[in-house]
């Protein structure tokens, strides 16, 4: 195999089962899907695919990169890497760094550095409000126009809880086709210390936490202001089958309403807290069984759209204190699709049309992003991932390409490994390591 | 056993032999020389973070009276994870050389975190809402001592469930025990999914003081925060006085024999009213004198019983 390679060399995938359907080959040239059938390797760098699935590349609604402001626990650099192992070609970046993405200039700085980073298109999603501060509307127009084109807008970490701004950002967002994706709680009812999923487990180990009613309350409040502003509103992380049940009527009305869950909320259950871990803090907090039995039907059904890994890298330091004083979040980038394939695919609640559709196509299109999540056809953008479907990987959060360690998989067994991820064409991922 | 953080460490038969310890270091403290040798040349740690009197002084008495090199840190912890880590704090400490850290934290988990982090042994002397082990070892201490075996006794818990960290390890050392546990509280003050819990435990609940109080056997009044109707936990003192404390007349509603516990201190007058806090039935200065025993008996086993065992 070559390893020197520019854009325009000619590359030829030998062999890629599409979608899990028939093994096919592929040539790819000039960023795009030039052939698909059996395509001669002659003059091309061949990358062997024989057992490999083939999918559009990934697309992650909710990735914290964590730069500018916490550089010590990620970058755009090295969450990129993690994203590009993990089978992606595009992330959302959001907007709670330090500054905030909340205005023009401070989108477009996140856009170049993830343009220099150049192992995934980085597209940084804009405040909701000044500062995340829930009050003033931060310039949502200005972000849309600008060369970052910022379309999804989150004050993620934080809700927007008050109605009558949440009305306004829905109303002004339609003039440039934008979304706001909403970090659904309710404030008053997840108290300041709250620390978890408020239950039978929370109860006995005497842990503050927060009901589902906290989160549906809000999703319920902002699908009708959805349907009063004829606006598009997007439920970041849905964690709740209450939450499920909301949506579905929501999407039964005809209301232009999505949805997101990560891959943790599809498997890890909030038992996990009785050895008291922060690595297994997260917001929204892990639930108990029957929501992750609620969340895995809707994203097979289509009730929610799309996985969101809500990768949320923190510094060794900020996760070791007593479990209420510790940071909210865990990793996710590089083991979501693994995840996804181990729930799903391991439970025949998805196919891999349907992995490519909550992975790729549907956060591409949520988050309009045209160059990404189309279907493997000629001509189209070579954004894509081979994956081995039957690899079995046991987690090692020390093989992570992130700066950080809060991995709540360490230590358990998924299947399915990526082996290659292409984006426009151009390698940066083989054979499982960055190229 | 090699730390004591959760009265789940413990099994029928350790605390039975906590309590037979205790018995003897019951009979030293009433000895006009108290100290054994026992832990001499042993250090122990008192790390509070939060305030605490009593449980901090109880600890300090039962290890001097051990001989142990007892010292205690006070301050508050960092409580933002902007401060020194938790990790860091207690390393630092336990890099002194330490045999035991006697801790007291706000945050639920706390001393379970740490016993992961140190070679020290560590006693949790209450975590957050979560756990105060040796609370309870105490009460029910106290109990035996007055009642005899707690097998099938009707033990009436009343407070603020929610946030009490004594109601968490009393309900499951008494039950342990094989009493009869009845936790009472408004519902807002019942721990979140008690419903479940109380069925898989093997406790009851009720909202209701008065129809649990004539048949009880022993009443443990709960510390109940003054603040806490900024949580709309209740509507005011008065009121919560009024529905569930234990007050004069439902002092006379008890038999006369039946023993009042509190773990202190005592809200006088919210809770508890000072006729019944006062009472011949009132073990609450019982309770005291049984922490140092206690105490005593848990650094004993924990720290002497490492070379025996």
Not at chain 1, 42 to 55: M, N, Q, T, Y
Not at chain 2, 213 to 227: G, H, K, S, W, Y
């Amino acid at each position: 195999m070559s390893s020197t390679t520019n854009l325009g060399d000619k590359i030829v995938i030998k062999g890629a089962s599409l979608l899990g359907e028939k093994a096919t080959d592929l040539l790819l040239e000039d960023g795009v899907i030039r052939e698909i059938g059996t395509v001669s390797g002659k003059g091309a760098r061949v990358i062997e695919a024989d057992g490999l699935v083939a999918l559009p590349g990934l697309v992650d609604l909710h990735t914290h990169l964590r730069e500018p402001g916490r550089e010590d626990a990620e970058t755009i650099r090295t969450g990129s890497a993690a994203a590009a192992v993990g089978g992606y070609t595009a992330v959302l970046a959001m907007a709670n760094t330090s500054p905030v993405t909340d205005t023009a200039e401070n989108a477009e700085r996140v856009f170049d550095l993830g343009r220099a980073a150049g192992l995934v298109d980085v597209h940084p999603v804009g405040a909701v409000t000044r500062g995340l501060a829930g009050e003033e509307l931060a310039e949502l127009g200005l972000m849309a126009t600008s060369r970052a084109r910022v379309r999804v807008f989150s004050d993620d970490g934080k809700c927007v809880g008050d109605a009558r701004v949440m009305r306004r950002a829905l109303e002004y967002v339609k003039a440039f086709g934008g979304v706001v994706s909403q970090h659904s709680q309710d404030s008053s009812l997840a108290g300041a210390s709250a620390c978890c999923h408020e239950g039978e487990i929370s109860g006995q180990l005497g842990l503050p936490g927060w009901p589902g009613i906290a989160e549906e309350v809000i999703v319920a409040r902002d699908v009708m202001l959805a349907r009063h502003t004829g606006s598009r509103v997007h439920v970041a992380h849905v964690s709740t089958a209450g939450s499920v049940e909301v949506i579905r009527w929501a999407k039964a009305q005809g209301l232009d309403v999505t949805a997101e869950v990560t891959p943790h909320h599809l498997l890890l259950t909030t038992d996990l807290l009785t050895g008291y871990d922060p690595t297994f803090k997260v917001n929204p907090p892990l639930r108990p069984v029957e929501d992750v039995e609620a969340l895995r039907s809707a994203l097979a059904d289509g009730t929610i759209d799309a996985v969101a890994t809500d990768h949320a890298p923190h510094a060794r330091h900020d996760k070791e204190h007593a479990f209420v004083d510790a940071a909210f979040g865990m990793l996710g980038l590089e083991t979501a699709l693994a995840v996804v394939n181990t729930v799903m695919r391991g439970n025949d609640l998805l196919d891999w049309a349907g992995v490519a559709r909550v992975m790729s196509a549907s956060p591409a299109r949520i988050a309009g992003l045209g160059d990404h999540g189309q279907e493997l056809v000629v001509g189209a953008p070579a954004n894509l991932t081979l994956i081995d479907p039957d690899a079995s990987v046991t987690v090692d959060r020390d093989a992570s390409v992130s700066l950080s360690r809060n991995n709540p998989w360490h230590g358990r067994t998924l299947t399915g490994a990526v082996h290659a991820t292409l984006l426009r064409g151009e390698p940066t991922v083989l054979e499982g390591k960055l190229v | 056993m090699k730390h004591l953080l959760s009265i789940n460490d413990l099994s029928v038969d350790d605390i039975e032999t906590i309590f037979t310890t205790a018995a003897e270091m019951h009979d030293v403290q009433r000895r006009e020389v108290k100290k054994l040798p026992a832990l001499r040349g042993r250090t122990v740690i008192n790390l509070f973070f939060e305030d605490s009197t009593r449980t901090r002084s109880s600890f300090e008495i039962a290890g001097k009276w051990l001989s142990a090199d007892t010292i205690n840190i006070t301050g508050k912890g960092s409580s933002t994870s902007k401060g020194e880590s938790l990790r860091d704090t207690v390393l630092t400490v336990c890099a002194m050389g330490v045999d035991a850290l006697v801790m007291r934290h706000h945050a639920s988990g706390s001393a379970q975190q740490v016993s992961e982090w140190v070679d020290a042994v560590v006693i949790n002397a209450g975590d957050g809402t979560h756990e105060h082990p040796t609370q309870a070892l105490l009460d029910a201490y106290a109990l035996q001592q007055r009642l005899g075996s707690l097998e099938g006794r009707r033990i009436a818990v009343v407070g603020d469930l929610t946030h009490s960290r004594v109601f968490r390890s009393n309900v499951l050392c008494l039950t342990k025990l094989g009493a009869d546990v009845t936790v009472v509280a408004p519902p807002t003050l019942m721990p979140s999914g008690v419903e479940a819990w109380s069925k898989s435990a093997g406790f009851a609940t009720s909202y209701d003081l008065d129809q649990v109080l004539p048949t009880a056997d022993a009443v443990m009044m709960l510390r109940v925060q003054r603040e806490r109707m900024n949580g709309a936990f209740f509507p005011t003192a008065r009121e919560y006085t009024v529905r569930y404390g234990l007050t004069r007349d439902r002092l006379a509603a008890l038999k006369p024999d039946t023993p009042i516990l509190h773990p202190g201190p005592m809200n006088r007058g919210l809770e508890i009213a000072a006729d019944a806090a006062d009472a011949a039935q009132s073990l609450v200065l019982d309770q005291v004198s049984a922490g140092v025993a206690v105490r005593m008996s848990v650094l004993y086993h924990l720290l002497a019983g490492e070379e025996s065992a």
